[in-house]
């Protein structure tokens, strides 16, 4: 072989070297690229699904407080009625007891 043919297979296989780093390099950033983009989708699903659970969550606990306060609502005014029918119960006693106070007074 001549020495301008060793050059020459030189020249091509630095060439060929350059190309086979520009292709890994090139191919190096899209698979950057595309890691990148596909873990912005996997953040933004996160996202998604955090405030479906957020808003799940919300919904459960207000069913809970409405339940709740149904249920408190609900023994206030049976706690009402109850007072209520004590209190009619107790009225001819009052009415009694305060015509003899006034009784009691005026014989005084």
């Given at each position: 072989m001549a020495n301008n043919e060793i050059l020459s297979e030189?020249?091509?296989a630095e060439e060929d070297a350059k190309k086979a780093v520009s292709e890994a390099?090139?191919?190096k950033n899209?698979?950057?690229a595309q890691?990148?983009?596909?873990a912005r989708q996997i953040i933004e699903d996160g996202e998604e699904d955090a405030v479906k659970t957020a808003q799940n969550a919300?919904?459960?606990g207000e069913a809970e407080i409405d339940a709740?306060?149904?249920e408190i609502v609900e023994e206030g005014v049976r706690e009402a009625e109850s007072v209520a029918m004590k209190s009619q119960s107790n009225i001819p006693k009052?009415?009694?007891f305060l015509l003899e106070e006034f009784e009691r007074e005026i014989r005084v």
């Open positions: 030189i020249k091509k390099t090139e191919s899209q698979k950057i890691a990148r983009t596909e919300l919904r459960s709740k306060r149904n009052a009415v009694n």
